[in-house]
């Protein structure tokens, strides 16, 4: 089991838009099985490569309460979106911040497994949430970017003071 770090706002590293994975082999595998030891211990139910600053399409994410299904997401693509839900959400990159964004309730998701075997599935609510805003890190976008101009700024402050408080 290796820890990776996950890299945190304001580090422009978040904003890097991550390539395709071209390579499926035991490497890949591996960092899948890091990222998701990282997720776990960090706790969250979502990380993506880029921030862990791996810049590939790679998702980890696993919602259940046992922390016991996990889902690997190699180059996802949504193919479908229906609905409007409002979610508070947080990040492991922008930590102790959380606010409500909307996103679609139901997409549908094309992608790889980490042993680059094409899938296809459906989510809603939480899963949808969270597919939704792992695949925003793969562009280098934060969920705070869909917040409004004035609540991303308080947002951010806060984050600077609580930086300069740890310093």
Request: hydrophobic content about 40%; aromatic content about 4%; some cysteine.
């Amino acid at each position: 089991m290796t820890l990776l770090t996950i890299l945190t706002l304001p580090d422009k590293r978040l904003k890097t838009i991550a390539k395709p994975v071209t390579v499926f082999d035991q490497k890949l595998q591996e960092f899948a099985n890091n990222m998701l030891d990282t997720m776990y211990e960090a706790p969250g139910i979502g990380l993506a490569a880029t921030q862990v600053d791996k810049h590939i399409q790679l998702v980890v994410i696993d919602i259940s309460e046992e922390k016991n299904q996990p889902l690997c997401l190699v180059n996802p693509k949504i193919i479908q979106k229906e609905g409007v839900q409002i979610h508070e959400e947080g990040c492991l990159s922008v930590p102790g911040i959380y606010a409500k964004v909307k996103r679609a309730s139901t997409i549908e998701v094309k992608y790889f497994n980490e042993k680059g075997e094409k899938k296809k599935m459906q989510a809603d609510e939480l899963l949808a949430v969270c597919i939704q805003h792992e695949i925003d890190h793969l562009n280098g976008v934060v969920f705070l970017d869909h917040l409004s101009p004035l609540k991303r700024k308080m947002a951010i402050k806060k984050l600077e003071k609580e930086a300069e408080i740890s310093d």
